[in-house]
């Protein structure tokens, strides 16, 4: 599986940016896909995930504030990051889940959020 992740740049706080991470090489429409971000000098954390069948969780971090989806016409997900804060500057990268258990990571795209 490769991951190719997009969308990321400089937004003043309260805006918004739409990430998106395209995939190729397997069957996309039954990956769990996922969000992580890794703010400098912090630990990689889970930011959203949505699975096969379209089900969300989010960290409580951003509930409300972003929502994750997927087109598996396009072998693509999304992450549409509203009221963006300060501390949502990060590295985001999109993750896959197979059904066989294994786990792929794209490179990451800086969202960078100015006060």
């Known amino acids: 599986v490769q991951l190719q992740a997009s969308g990321g740049g400089l937004v003043q706080a309260g805006g918004s940016l739409r990430l998106s991470c395209a995939a190729s090489?397997?069957?996309?429409?039954?990956?769990?896909m996922r969000w992580y971000r890794q703010a400098p000098g912090k630990q990689r954390e889970l930011v959203a995930g949505?699975?096969?069948?379209?089900?969300?969780n989010y960290a409580d971090s951003v509930k409300g504030r972003f929502a994750i989806s997927r087109d598996n016409a396009k072998n693509t997900v999304y992450l549409q990051m509203n009221s963006l804060k300060p501390e949502d500057t990060a590295a985001y990268y999109c993750?896959?889940?197979?059904?066989?258990?294994?786990?792929?990571w794209g490179q990451g795209t800086l969202v960078t959020v100015s006060s």
């Open positions: 090489g397997s069957i996309f429409s039954r990956n769990a």
């Open positions: 949505i699975t096969s069948y379209g089900s969300t």
């Open positions: 993750n896959a889940y197979t059904l066989l258990g294994y786990e792929y």
